[in-house]
């Protein structure tokens, strides 16, 4: 199974995660991005363009 992670020592909370992703990524208590799910395949969704959506490059995915 794939596994998404989010530094949130990086994550400046922008929002466009769980705007784009709203399935794999929720709003954390501080308005940072936490992973809810890291099954993206089942969703249609592209590995790379996850990873590129956010600016700050605190997306990783282990596949
Ligand atoms: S796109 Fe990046 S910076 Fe924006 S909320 Fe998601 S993880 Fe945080």
Redesign the pocket.
């Known amino acids: 199974m794939p596994q998404i992670i989010?530094d949130k020592n990086?994550?400046?909370?922008?929002?466009?995660?769980?705007a784009m992703y709203p399935e794999l990524?929720a709003?954390d208590a501080d308005g940072?991005?936490k992973v809810i799910s890291s099954d993206y395949q089942t969703h249609g969704y592209n590995k790379e363009e996850i990873i590129a959506?956010?600016?700050?490059s605190?997306?990783s995915v282990k596949d």
């Open positions: 989010v990086k994550c400046i909370g922008c929002g466009s995660c769980y990524f709003a940072k991005s959506v956010c600016p700050v605190a997306i």
